[in-house]
């Protein structure tokens, strides 16, 4: 499951989910954000590389893309 590249609310627990410390699932037509935890019981920190990557993902689509959705 891929990273959430903006950041959101858990539709599990409510907690404030920033970008790269969930993951994002087709909702209804939009997207909802899950967190890690709720979603695999991992902590996440600033260094996992998977957070790294989707901030880099986020800030590439960013410039290439005014409006994300
Ligand atoms: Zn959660």
Redesign the pocket.
Known sequence: MARNRYPGY?Y??G?YVPTGYGHFERHKGGWRV??V??ASGRTVKDTDKEVKRAIMLRDKQKEVRKNGR
Do not use: D, E
Request: proline share 0%; net charge positive; hydrophobic share 10%.
């Open positions: 858990c599990c627990c907690a899950k967190c935890k709720c």
